[in-house]
C-alpha cells in the first residue's frame, strides 16, 4: 500500500456544476482512467472494492436492479437505494447518481452526474476528486485506502480543491 502521506490531490479538474431550480444542483465529474471498462465496472459495484475507495458503502448489489442499502462515510444511518438501470459494464444509475464508462483508447472515461446540495457542490466535488484518485490507485495496484468523510476534510489539500472549483463554478467556496 503507497503511504497516504505521500499522497497530493492534483488540480482541481473534470467537474461542473449543471444550475437547477431549487437546492439541489447536478454536478458532472469525469475522470480518465488508465483501466478497461470491465476493471472499473468491478469497482463501481462490488461492495468489496466500494469500501477501499468510495464515500460510501453499500450492502446489496449494485449489478443488479432492486433495493440497496447504502451509508456515507460519517453517517450512522443507511439509506434505502434504488438501483433502476444496470448496463455492463457501461451505465449505472441508482439513487441521485448516475455514473457512465466509455471506452477510451487509454482505457476509460468515467462520468457521474450526482445531485447535491448547492450549498455543498464544491464539496461534493473535492469529496469525488480525492476519491477518484483513490480509486486510480487502486486500480493501479497501489491503493492507498478510502479518504472520505472527515478524512477527507482534514487534509491538507481541502481547503485548495473547494476553493478551486467554486472558482471554476463562479461560486462562493462552502467552509
Not at 20 to 41: F, I, N, S, Y
Not at 121 to 127: L, R
Not at 135 to 159: E, Q, T, V, Y
Amino acid at each position: 500500500m503507497m503511504n497516504r502521506e505521500q499522497y497530493t490531490p492534483g488540480p482541481a479538474r473534470g467537474a461542473r456544476a449543471e444550475r437547477k431550480d431549487g437546492e439541489k444542483w447536478t454536478l458532472v465529474l469525469v475522470r480518465e482512467l488508465h483501466h478497461p471498462p470491465a476493471q472499473v465496472w468491478e469497482a463501481i459495484t462490488d461492495p468489496a472494492h466500494l469500501r477501499e475507495w468510495a464515500p460510501y458503502e453499500v450492502e446489496g448489489s449494485l449489478a443488479q436492479p432492486g433495493t440497496v442499502k447504502l451509508t456515507w462515510v460519517g453517517t450512522p444511518t443507511a439509506l434505502p437505494t434504488i438501483v433502476t438501470r444496470v448496463e455492463p459494464p457501461h451505465v449505472l444509475e441508482y439513487g441521485d447518481m448516475r455514473w457512465n464508462l466509455e471506452t477510451t483508447p487509454g482505457g476509460t472515461r468515467l462520468t457521474l452526474w450526482a445531485d447535491i446540495d448547492k450549498r455543498f457542490i464544491t464539496w461534493g466535488a473535492a469529496g469525488w476528486h480525492i476519491s477518484f484518485d483513490v480509486l486510480d490507485h487502486l486500480l493501479g495496484g497501489a491503493p492507498i485506502g478510502r479518504i472520505a468523510g472527515s478524512d477527507a476534510i482534514k487534509s491538507a489539500d481541502w481547503k485548495r480543491l473547494t476553493v478551486e472549483y467554486a472558482t471554476q463554478f463562479g461560486i462562493q467556496p462552502h467552509h
